[in-house]
């Protein structure tokens, strides 16, 4: 069935484009400009090497995130998503659609199939998807309503686990500090709404539209140990001065 929704998408995008070159990176990186040898290089390896890896890149997300500990630290993630087998993707995030978007961190996908078998230590670094798909948080920015709606039948009973290395919403021009776990809200009003409104506007949608059309769509009965940040459970990097023989006791 998802593969069926992917074909439509591979399909819209053809013929329309799928939404992009409307949102601009948080941040400005540092250094001096391309040197014309560099933009040589660059145009040469283009059209010369074989990028497959990123090829299977082909699906285009756009949600939101928080920090896992820090609800009210918020951001809009575009995630470009790869489909390895039935129940599993995995998706690079960026802070932007445009040519300057800075690289954000990543997301791993799995079905509720995959995510029973998860120890139940491992479950507690996961989110779930049922309320951003439900609320119409979360898109398919450029595709028609029918293939972005079988889409979100897929990813709602799914789970994320998600890392960020470079906080641009924190305006860092540089990917400094430690790597941060991710979550993903899971009521009305957690979310806020001058940030949701402002991707609206860009995209052209509809997020009560959206919502309403997927009412349809079964709520999952979401894992307890998923969202462990709803029981203050919350699991968090941090930067370590110990040495590694302290780290590795256990």
Request: charged share 25%; proline share 5%; glycine share 8%.
């Amino acid at each position: 069935m998802f593969r069926n929704s992917l074909l439509l998408i591979f399909a819209a995008c053809t013929l329309a484009g799928c939404g992009g070159e409307n949102t601009g990176s948080n941040v400005q990186a540092p250094g001096d400009e391309k040197p014309a040898k560099d933009k040589v290089l660059e145009a040469g390896a283009k059209l010369m090497q074989d990028k497959t890896p990123l090829k299977s890149f082909n699906a285009y997300l756009d949600g939101f995130h928080f920090y896992n500990g820090n609800i009210n630290s918020q951001m809009e993630a575009h995630h470009y998503v790869s489909q390895l087998n039935e129940d599993m993707y995995q998706a690079i995030i960026f802070d932007g659609n445009a040519a300057d978007a800075k690289l954000m961190g990543v997301e791993y996908i799995i079905t509720e199939k995959l995510f029973k078998q998860l120890d139940p230590r491992e479950k507690l670094l996961w989110h779930s998807h049922h309320h951003e798909v439900k609320s119409g948080s979360l898109i398919a920015p450029g595709i028609p309503e029918v293939a972005e709606h079988e889409l979100m039948e897929k990813l709602v009973s799914t789970y994320g686990k998600t890392i960020h290395t470079w906080h641009t919403d924190q305006e860092r021009s540089l990917p400094v500090g430690a790597p941060m776990i991710m979550m993903g809200f899971t009521k009305e009003g957690q979310l806020k709404k001058p940030l949701l409104d402002q991707r609206d506007k860009r995209f052209g949608v509809s997020t009560a539209k959206k919502r309403e059309n997927r009412a349809d769509i079964p709520m999952p009965q979401v894992d307890p140990l998923a969202n462990a940040w709803e029981k203050g459970q919350v699991r968090q990097l941090v930067i370590s001065s110990k040495p590694d023989s302290a780290l590795h006791k256990h």
